[in-house]
């Protein structure tokens, strides 16, 4: 696989960033450059593709991508749910408002609305703990939820579509 000329002047501009040999450094900030232009998540190709333009092997850019929610490893919904379901938000109810989001909108964790409105993800600490239980939503923090701001957000999200 080969990315466009766009893509691959904005690669060589993020690892400018970096000291010369170093270009490992820019695999984060690569990944979410690729994520953003497709289809929301990475592909085994992307990823291989990704490891040639930075001169590492294929299993270093496997590592950060698995390991990091940031990264999508299949295609995503448009708006992503991500709950913290660590334990200062398991405390404040993060595990009923992760059973809530399952119910309204029927799919499991990992798993994506019929219409690719919505994916449901969990995500260990987000480092919000004194705003539990709360989730992540885009760049965006939802915090103190509750059943009744679950649906105000979910119906904002549906009216930003229309």
């Given amino acids: 696989m080969t990315f466009s ?3 691959t002047d904005k690669v ?8 010369e040999g170093k270009q490992k450094s820019a695999l984060i900030p690569v990944l979410h450059l690729i994520q953003e232009t497709g289809n929301l998540s990475l592909t085994i190709e992307q990823m291989d593709a990704v490891a040639g333009l930075l001169n590492i092997t294929p299993i270093e850019v496997y590592e950060v ?5 940031m ?3 299949k295609p995503v919904g448009k708006y992503v749910l991500e ?3 660590t334990g200062p938000c398991m405390l404040n109810g993060s595990d009923q408002i992760i059973d809530y989001i399952k119910q309204k909108l029927n799919i499991k964790n990992g798993e994506t609305t019929a219409d690719g409105l919505f994916t449901l993800k969990t995500a260990e600490c987000l480092g919000a703990c004194g705003y539990a239980p709360m989730m992540q939503l885009g760049k ?3 915090e103190f939820l509750t059943p009744e701001k679950i649906d105000a957000i979910l119906e904002d999200c549906r009216k930003a579509i229309l």
């Fill in 71 to 73: 990264f999508n490893l």
């Fill in 140 to 142: 965006t923090y939802k």
């Fill in 83 to 85: 709950v913290c379901q």
């Fill in 12 to 19: 060589a501009e993020l690892v400018k960033r970096y000291p």
């Fill in 5 to 7: 000329k766009d893509i």
């Fill in 65 to 69: 991508a698995t390991f990091y929610t």
